[in-house]
């Protein structure tokens, strides 16, 4: 099962914290990533970070938001900075296999959470 919380409405220029608390998986085996999909658009990968570590950040990201996932408490955070308009969206977790995951093709996904910058 994954919870996301922390969406919100915040002004062009403000930072935003998402989190992602996981149950059920083993964060051995297990990606974590995090995709948004805004209205009338395809859902897209914004980050993910593999069980060793490793992160990914698409393009339109890099620089403003930052991945990072605390084990000991099972949760994944999106610190997201320098937030413009076109970051508004559904922000989803996803965990699975990182192939799974790399591909958007995750089997467990949250509920999702609201992003909107005006």
């Known amino acids: 099962q994954l919870v996301e919380s922390g969406g919100g409405s915040v002004e062009a220029g403000g930072s935003l914290t998402l989190s992602c608390v996981a149950s059920?998986?083993?964060?051995?085996?297990?990606?974590m990533g995090w995709f948004r999909q805004a209205p009338g658009k395809d859902r897209e990968g914004v980050a993910v970070?593999?069980?060793?570590?490793?992160?990914t950040y698409s393009e339109s990201v890099k620089g403003r938001f930052s991945i990072s996932k605390d084990n000991a408490k099972n949760t994944l955070y999106l610190q997201m900075n320098s937030l413009k308009p076109e970051d508004t969206a559904m922000y989803y977790c996803?965990?699975?296999?990182?192939?799974?995951?790399?591909?958007?093709?995750?089997?467990?996904w949250g509920q999702g959470t609201q992003v909107t910058v005006s």
């Open positions: 996803a965990a699975d296999q990182c192939q799974r995951v790399a591909s958007g093709a995750a089997r467990y």
């Open positions: 970070v593999d069980a060793d570590g490793s992160i």
């Open positions: 059920g998986y083993s964060k051995y085996n297990y990606c």
